[in-house]
């Protein structure tokens, strides 16, 4: 029987205070897991080697999940690309080798669906990494993605570590980052119909031409998939995790006007891009694993937007 997570063992989830970190916390308390250790940006700079290492040294955790990053969304991503790049190998290079001398027992890694060609053939396979160009809004952010993925590989091929990793899809839910500047698709439109509702403007401005398709995973689910994975799986591949069914944001759109704004009208601003024109993931790995998502489109919109309400004083500009 592979070496599982007890519910006493020291487990750190890294990031734990933003959308995945949060819902990862979330899940491993639903599951009965009681010694979850944790780290704010304050007491822990996840970029610096020193103070990464000496935390481990002092703290032992068992089990690591690692989902902490800098993310943003398409404008995000490709007006800040040597802030994405340098915060994202720092973490990830620090993370692992502190998991690897304190000798964690087991250490999952999430990646992103940007990390896959800009072209490749859809739905996306694990397999077709690395096998073209990358999309230009998020490349810095993807090579860095990629730069953690290769090194769960390098650190199990060389000592052995039992470091496995994950590639989830477009993400949503509560704790999302809500700001028009630096947020993902979704939450700002939820953002941008409720404030248009507020102050009763009539029209909503979508980016780009409303024709890309995307994958959208309620965060619970991905954190679900996650602890499954911890227990259940030791490849050295990695796994998409994803719905398996992507929607135009034009219909998206649409969707969260029905839900927040059914007033209101939408317009296009065509001179903000579109970036990847497809990134639907192929979960088929996933699923003959026995895992599966659980949260319709709908109803996760439904909850994000009901939770984004009730924290309405939290949604300041970051
Ligand atoms: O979610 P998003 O910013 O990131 O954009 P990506 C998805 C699509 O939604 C793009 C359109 O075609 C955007 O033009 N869109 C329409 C909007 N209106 C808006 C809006 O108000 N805000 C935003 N943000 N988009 C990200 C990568 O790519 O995917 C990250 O940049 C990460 O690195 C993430 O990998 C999962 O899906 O295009």
């Known amino acids: 029987m592979p070496d599982v997570m007890t519910s006493h063992a020291k487990i750190f989830v890294s990031g734990h205070r933003g959308l995945v970190g949060s819902a990862v916390v979330r899940q491993l308390q639903r599951q009965g897991f009681t010694n979850v250790v944790t780290a704010t940006r304050q007491e822990l700079d996840l970029r610096d080697p020193q103070a990464v290492r000496q935390w481990f040294k002092d703290h032992r955790p068992e089990f690591v999940i690692h989902v902490a990053g800098k993310v943003g969304g398409i404008n995000a991503n490709a007006t800040e690309p040597a802030d994405f790049i340098y915060d994202n190998l720092m973490i990830h290079a620090t993370v692992l080798r502190a998991s690897y001398e304190c000798d964690v027992r087991k250490l999952l890694y999430l990646g992103s669906s940007c990390i896959y060609p800009r072209d490749c053939p859809q739905p996306i396979k694990e397999e077709y990494l690395l096998t073209g160009p990358l999309e230009a809004t998020n490349r810095a952010y993807a090579v860095a993605k990629i730069a953690g993925l290769v090194s769960c590989e390098a650190y199990r091929t060389q000592f052995g570590c039992r470091f496995i990793s994950a590639m989830p899809t477009n993400l949503y839910g ?86 927040v704004y059914p007033g209101s009208e939408i317009r296009y601003d065509r001179t903000k891009p579109d970036g990847t024109p497809r990134k639907l993931l192929d979960v088929s790995r996933l699923h003959k694993l026995g895992w599966a998502h659980r949260t319709p489109l709908m109803e996760g919109i439904r909850m994000t937007y009901q939770w984004f309400l009730e924290h309405a004083s939290q949604h300041q500009r970051r």
């Not at 439109?189 to 994958?215: C, H, M, N, Y």
């Open 174 to 259: 509560p704790h999302d980052n809500f700001d028009l500047v630096s947020s993902h698709v979704l939450p700002a439109l939820i953002r941008k119909f409720d404030d248009a509702r507020r102050a009763q403007q009539s029209t909503v401005t979508v980016w780009g031409t409303g024709q890309p398709r995307r994958e959208f995973l309620f965060v619970d689910d991905l954190a679900e998939a996650c602890l499954f994975l911890m227990q259940n799986y030791e490849g050295p591949d990695t796994i998409n995790v994803g719905t398996g069914e992507d929607v135009m944001i034009a219909e998206l759109a649409d969707t969260v006007r029905q839900i």
